[in-house]
């Protein structure tokens, strides 16, 4: 459910956003998702009749996911108001990891802690909520009803994404032209929704990607594409040792040979 530039423009900017997102909250409901997760960090009291109309649509809203994120110097977490949480089934992280030599975000912190108080991340708990399973760890990597997701206890649960290519794109329909025309809401039975911010003119968690090509990638399009990765096992992990030194060995054959 995107939260485009179209949609940003109708409703008056995010300030605006939380009545048109409640009613296509309870539209997608009626469409039985398995999982919703929602990309806004919903910690600021507006109007109350309109928080009350969200609230209601949270309520409706079955494997509710909502974002959350640590605060500066990861002091504390920045969590949904109280009649917000109280509605969903898990609480997600909305944290990227980008590489330090060159910003580009390629693995995906699947925990983060804040005083103690640790998170899994928003695509991870989508994907348990989706499978209707627990987190099983172990030190080199979780378990979630069988699928095995290679993040070291020692590495920071970090999991390399890997990302669709450009010529494959997430289906998305905007707010606006949901709200609009509530057939459309059809598409959303059985699937898991990621509703989030899309316009790279509001949105500030934008990255780069190894796709990127000078265009960046905001955050829901990327817990997206880590869900994905989850949900398709297609995990990116390092070689062996010795597959390494087994290749050098067949260049230096190689070049022997062509010599």
């Not at 025309?181 to 598409?187: E, G, K, Q, T």
């Given at each position: 459910?995107?939260?485009?530039?179209?949609?940003?423009?109708?409703?008056?900017?995010?300030?605006?956003?939380r009545k048109p997102l409640a009613e296509a909250l309870q539209l997608?409901?009626?469409?039985?998702?398995?999982?919703?997760?929602?990309?806004?960090?919903?910690?600021?009291?507006?109007?109350?009749?309109?928080?009350?109309?969200?609230?209601?649509?949270?309520?409706?809203?079955?494997?509710?996911v909502l974002a959350c994120q640590l605060l500066p110097k990861g002091s504390a977490w920045e969590d949904p108001l109280p009649l917000f949480r109280a509605q969903a089934a898990a609480l997600g992280h909305v944290h990227a990891e980008p590489d330090t030599l060159d910003s580009v975000s390629r693995s995906?912190?699947?925990?983060?802690?804040?005083?103690h108080d640790r998170r899994w991340a928003l695509a991870l708990e989508a994907y348990r909520l989706s499978r209707g399973a627990q987190i099983l760890e172990s030190p080199g990597d979780l378990d979630i009803a069988g699928?095995?997701?290679?993040?070291?206890?020692?590495?920071?649960?970090?999991?390399?994404?890997?990302?669709?290519?450009r010529s494959v794109t997430i289906p998305q329909i905007s707010l606006k032209e949901l709200n609009t025309?509530?057939?459309?809401?059809?598409?959303f039975a059985g699937k898991v929704v990621f509703a989030g911010v899309t316009s790279q003119n509001v949105a500030k968690d934008w990255v780069f990607t190894p796709y990127s090509s000078g265009e960046p990638m905001v955050g829901v399009e990327i817990h997206a594409n880590a869900f994905e990765t989850i949900a398709q096992g297609l995990f990116l992990t390092d070689a062996p040792p010795l597959l390494v030194v087994l290749f050098s060995l067949m260049l230096v054959a190689a070049i022997g040979l062509t010599y």
């Open positions: 459910l995107a939260i485009d530039d179209p949609s940003l423009n109708a409703y008056g900017g995010l300030s605006g956003l997608i409901a009626t469409a039985s998702p398995k999982t919703v997760a929602v990309d806004l960090i919903l910690a600021d009291k507006l109007d109350p009749a309109v928080d009350a109309q969200l609230e209601q649509a949270l309520h409706a809203t079955r494997n509710l995906l912190p699947l925990e983060k802690v804040a005083r699928r095995l997701i290679p993040a070291t206890q020692a590495g920071g649960r970090l999991m390399r994404i890997r990302y669709a290519p025309d509530p057939s459309r809401v059809s598409l």
